[in-house]
């Protein structure tokens, strides 16, 4: 037992070691290179839609207010994640001290829990939009939208810290070599030396029934959706209906397609370049996505961008 706690107490100072994507040098410049452009990229095509649904007053609706907040969690889940593994690729030094890898859970889950509801609260607002258009400012008005955005911002701070404290309750007196190239608790529960894992289980079973009502009210919203859209008699005005919902359809399918993948495959004992890439897929392609979902099929986003630029042109001349 003295042992034991001797070994888990090393392993909270001297950290973790995180899995490279290659050992050659130049492969790991590539990827650090790449992983840089997509990180930029997905910084300023985030922050560009949070600054134009702030300055736009076009833009002041309830769609746009839940997009801002997405837009906010896929720039922190990114900047969580990306700039590590830039980092150490370069460096070729792959550890990550012990408080890095609770924060980096703590965080992931934090802004992934997050983005889930915010998802959820989207559909949620599709629905009274083109389901109940008559009643929809009443019911969609500032104090429910404020309400929606600050229980998703509750309940991803619930998860981060319910999954962080259920992971690192557990001892880690083996291999400190963790099989992904960040810090996730699957990875995690697959090098600890626990036992027993009743904390951090009840905690998954938690956030696996979470994540299936999101998905169920979801799926129901989209339902109705679909059904009020077909009985449309114009075409144009179905036309219209569904291009406000396919973006949202195209990001919900994307995280979570792309997550299911991540979290419910078998974690290898030596991860693959495949295995590594669909960890890309969850963590770093979703939020590089959706402002180009967004941004590319939305007149009203377009519209506001061509405001900014006369804006920047007009007082630059």
Not at 135 to 162: D, P, Q, R
Not at 272 to 286: H, I, M, N
């Amino acid at each position: 037992m003295v042992e034991a706690r001797t070994l888990a107490n090393l392993t909270a100072v001297t950290g973790f070691f995180l899995v490279e994507f290659s050992d050659t040098r130049e492969l790991q410049v590539l990827h650090a290179f790449l992983f840089l452009l997509i990180y930029v990229a997905t910084l300023l095509g985030n922050i560009l839609i949070i600054v134009l649904v702030t300055m736009d007053q076009c833009l002041h609706t309830p769609m746009y207010f839940f997009l801002k907040n997405l837009s906010f969690f896929d720039l922190c889940l990114i900047s969580t994640i990306v700039p590590k593994s830039i980092l150490n690729s370069l460096s070729k030094n792959t550890s990550i001290s012990f408080p890095g890898c609770v924060l980096q859970v703590l965080l992931v889950i934090n802004f992934a829990g997050s983005e889930v509801s915010i998802l959820t609260a989207m559909s949620y607002d599709r629905y009274v939009a083109i389901c109940h258009p008559l009643h929809y400012e009443v019911i969609m008005n500032k104090t429910a939208c404020g309400k929606l955005a600050a229980a998703s911002w509750v309940l991803g701070g619930f998860f981060g810290g319910l999954y962080a404290t259920g992971t690192f309750s557990l001892s880690f007196c083996g291999s400190r070599r963790v099989p992904q190239f960040f810090c996730d608790v699957p990875s995690l529960l697959k090098i600890s030396c626990s036992k027993d894992h009743i904390t951090i289980n009840v905690s998954v079973a938690i956030g696996i029934f979470y994540g299936f009502f999101c998905l169920l009210a979801i799926v129901f919203s989209y339902i109705y959706i679909f059904n009020t859209v077909l009985r449309i008699p114009s075409a144009q005005g179905r036309s219209q209906a569904f291009s406000t919902c396919l973006p949202h359809l195209m990001v919900v399918s994307t995280f979570l397609l792309t997550g299911a993948i991540a979290y419910l495959k078998p974690v290898p004992e030596s991860p693959s370049l495949l295995d590594l890439l669909l960890s890309v897929l969850y963590a770093v392609l979703p939020p590089s996505l959706n402002p180009i979902i967004y941004s590319l099929r939305n007149r009203e986003i377009k519209a506001a961008l061509r405001k900014l630029r006369w804006k920047i042109g007009g007082s630059v001349k």
